[in-house]
T-cell receptor, first 110, second 114 residues
Framework: GENVEQHPSTLSVQEGDSAVIKCTYSDSASNYFPWYKQELGKGPQLIIDIRSNVGEKKDQRIAVTLNKTAKHFSLHITETQPEDSAVYFCAAITASKLTFGTGTRLQVTL | EAGVVQSPRYKIIEKKQPVAFWCNPISGHNTLYWYRQNLGQGPELLIRYENEEAVDDSQLPKDRFSAERLKGVDSTLKIQPAELGDSAVYLC????????????FGPGTRLTVL
């Protein structure tokens, strides 16, 4: 089955700096890669996604890149704000099953 | 529009006791998922429903877990008997289609088995 690895497990940045989270996947058949943000006591919430026919997607301060050849994709958050502090999960879909990474705890300090 | 509703939000039981979780998906979403999220980990799929049919239950521990989705709307996940290792957050999600479409998650039920 699919295996998704995510790094780093924790990330601390100062407000205004950029944050980058990286993921790799194992199954070349994966074709959809969502990123979720999970705040304490809440369920994961989709923040951005990318499909395998696209290399990059941007939504305001958030961008995602996908390298199908290398089987890795990354989340970039620019101009980080305290409200960006949360746990972020990457995921990949293969054969209708969504497999999550282990999560990155992002802390944005003032 | 209301999101995915789950109840209870928290449950504490002793081992060997039964427990049930309830989920009401977003109106019109025909696909419903149950996930288990262990502490410090990502969610892991337990079962996926298309309307009232369980189309993927390969990760559901069938000796003690059961699920149903009567009438293709609400769903219940049951554990009987619960074990210490079942302590986790149980998340319900729904979507309009099952592949490549956004899954909307509920707040989860945090289960503690003593």
């Amino acid at each position: 089955g699919e295996n998704v690895e995510q790094h780093p497990s924790t990330l601390s940045v100062q407000e205004g700096d950029s944050a980058v989270i990286k993921c790799t996947y194992s199954d070349s058949a994966s074709n959809y890669f969502p990123w979720y943000k999970q705040e304490l006591g809440k369920g994961p919430q989709l923040i951005i996604d990318i499909r395998s026919n696209v290399g990059e997607k941007k939504d305001q301060r958030i961008a995602v890149t996908l390298n199908k050849t290398a089987k890795h994709f990354s989340l970039h958050i620019t101009e980080t704000q305290p409200e960006d502090s949360a746990v972020y999960f990457c995921a990949a879909i293969t054969a209708s099953k969504l497999t999550f990474g282990t999560g990155t705890r992002l802390q944005v300090t003032l | 529009e209301a999101g995915v509703v789950q109840s209870p939000r928290y449950k504490i039981i002793e081992k060997k006791q039964p427990v049930a979780f309830w989920c009401n998906p977003i109106s019109g979403h025909n696909t419903l998922y149950w996930y288990r999220q262990n502490l410090g980990q990502g969610p892991e799929l337990l079962i996926r429903y298309e309307n009232e049919e369980a189309v993927d239950d390969s990760q559901l521990p069938k000796d003690r877990f059961s699920a149903e989705r009567l009438k293709g709307v609400d769903s219940t996940l049951k554990i009987q008997p619960a074990e210490l290792g079942d302590s986790a957050v149980y998340l319900c999600a729904s979507s309009t289609q099952w592949e490549g479409y956004e899954q909307f998650f509920g707040p989860g039920t945090r289960l503690t088995v003593l």
